[in-house]
Nanobody, 123 residues
Framework: EVQLVESGGGLVQAGGSLRLSCATSGFTFDDYPIGWFRQAPGKEREGVSCISSSDGNTFYADSVKGRFTISRDNAKNTVYLQMNSLKPEDTAVYYC????????????????WGQGTQVTVSS
């Protein structure tokens, strides 16, 4: 059974940091690019970041560049999203997802999704 389980969300003040984790199982992790997405109430889902499978290339939405860092630990089948200098507009449910194709922050062609973790940034 494929599983992606996000953790690390919570309530933080503006300017603070959180590290999200996406623990996976049930598929060949090394072969899959992994993306992070978020969705705030009343808003469309937004691609945040993605890390490729082979060369570790990373991609970021303009809104998080310079503040967020994505990484993966293939030995632990886990992807991380380090979020620094958090802003109230970063408040959302954050999801990780795996694709058998390539990194795409539009969210297309993702095969597996986690249940999400809530991030709330207070002003």
């Amino acid at each position: 059974e494929v599983q992606l389980v996000e953790s690390g969300g919570g309530l933080v003040q503006a300017g603070g940091s959180l590290r999200l984790s996406c623990a996976t199982s049930g598929f060949t992790f090394d072969d899959y690019p992994i993306g992070w997405f978020r969705q705030a109430p009343g808003k469309e889902r937004e691609g945040v970041s993605c890390i490729s499978s082979s060369d570790g290339n990373t991609f970021y939405a303009d809104s998080v560049k310079g503040r967020f860092t994505i990484s993966r630990d293939n030995a632990k089948n886990t992807v991380y999203l380090q979020m620094n200098s958090l802003k109230p507009e970063d408040t959302a449910v954050y999801y990780c997802a795996a694709t058998a194709f390539y990194c795409d922050l539009r969210g297309y062609e993702y095969d597996y999704w986690g249940q999400g973790t809530q991030v709330t940034v207070s002003s």
